[in-house]
């Protein structure tokens, strides 16, 4: 196991976003880092979604990649912040 641990967190409507987030997982997997990837949910409804081919066609195909959670980043963030304060303060 690395000592490097890293998410990788990502929106995408048409896909480039979801490619950048592969090849950003590819790299750091390739520098050793332990590396998660995951999806921020979908907040538009399956009827707007469904009019656009494309977008639909990229929502299902990201169904094998798990949602970020949202508590646990803003816990880790927070986290981050507080412990990046007293090193600087």
Request: proline share 2%; hydrophobic share 40%.
């Amino acid at each position: 196991m690395s000592d490097l641990r890293l998410a990788v967190s990502y929106y995408t409507v048409h896909g480039t976003n979801q490619q950048v987030a592969r090849e950003a997982v590819r790299a750091a997997q390739a520098a050793g880092a332990e590396v998660r990837l995951r999806r921020s949910a979908e907040t538009a409804p399956d009827e707007v979604v469904r009019q656009d081919e494309k977008w639909w066609k990229i929502r299902e195909g990201k169904k094998d990649i798990p949602e970020a959670k949202l508590a646990a980043v803003h816990h880790q963030t927070r986290r981050l912040v507080e412990v990046a304060g007293k090193l600087a303060g």
